[in-house]
């Protein structure tokens, strides 16, 4: 059985920072593609960072490339979204996920993390 927890979020003002965790069983991080998503509300979930595994390559957002770096521990089984200068506009429940169906890019995963709430204020 294949289960995510996130964890990490919070209340921060722009320009601060915080890191997500996302502890997995039932999945080997270091082996299989992780994503995270985020979700605002009356919008629909958009993409934000993925990794082919342990050292593998990672992807981007366009509108958080240069301030999110998405990481694991191998040790931990943890997949890690570091968030620097937040904006108000990265307000949003953000979710990791694994086994995609399709590209890294779209939301179809297997497997969904129950999520964690980001607010930034301004």
């Known amino acids: 059985q294949v289960q995510l927890v996130e964890s990490g979020g919070g209340l921060v003002q722009a320009g601060g920072s915080l890191r997500l965790s996302c502890a997995a069983s039932?999945?080997?991080?270091?082996?299989?593609?992780m994503g995270w998503f985020r979700q605002a509300p009356g919008k629909e979930r958009e993409f934000v960072s993925a990794?082919?595994?342990?050292?593998?390559?990672?992807y981007y957002a366009d509108s958080v490339k240069g301030r999110f770096t998405i990481s694991t521990d191998n040790a931990k089984n943890t997949v890690y979204l570091q968030m620097n200068s937040l904006k108000p506009e990265d307000t949003a429940v953000y979710y990791c996920?694994?086994?995609?169906?399709?590209?890294?890019?779209?939301?179809?995963?297997?497997?969904w993390g129950q999520g964690t709430q980001v607010t930034v204020s301004s």
């Open positions: 039932g999945r080997t991080v270091s082996r299989n593609a």
């Open positions: 990794i082919r595994g342990s050292g593998g390559p990672a």
């Open positions: 996920a694994t086994d995609a169906r399709g590209t890294l890019f779209s939301d179809m995963y297997n497997y």
